[in-house]
């Protein structure tokens, strides 16, 4: 089992920055990747990002040159640093760890909420 903890989120104007943190617990032997999703009220969970255990990344095309994703594995913790934030960034953003960077995700967190305002 892996448990995930999200901190990180807020208020936060157009244009300005925000720093995520997925704290990760529990047995990882089978977590191969672990990545950042976001969902937006009446829309669909969407993947934002995500980092394997090798350190390939992947970001959706929305967040491409202002989101980057990083992780601490020695503190079993992941990042998502958001600078150029835009009104249509507000969701809330979920931590995932998954088998591998092509399967849905086994593990969720609870969730924080991001809100930019315009």
């Known amino acids: 089992q892996v448990q995930l903890v999200e901190s990180g989120g807020g208020l936060v104007q157009a244009g300005g920055s925000l720093r995520l943190s997925c704290a990760a617990s529990?047995?990882?032997?089978?977590?191969?990747?672990m990545g950042w999703y976001r969902q937006a009220p009446g829309k669909q969970r969407d993947l934002v990002a995500q980092?394997?255990?090798?350190?390939?990344?992947y970001y959706a095309d929305s967040v491409k040159g202002r989101f980057t994703i990083s992780r601490d594995n020695a503190k079993n913790t992941m990042y998502l640093q958001m600078s150029s934030l835009e009104p249509d960034d507000t969701a809330v953003y979920y931590c995932?760890?998954?088998?591998?960077?092509?399967?849905?995700?086994?593990?969720w967190g609870k969730g924080t909420q991001v809100t930019v305002s315009s």
């Open positions: 529990g047995i990882f032997s089978r977590i191969n990747a």
């Open positions: 995932a760890a998954k088998y591998n960077g092509y399967s849905a995700p086994s593990y």
């Open positions: 980092i394997t255990n090798s350190g390939t990344a």
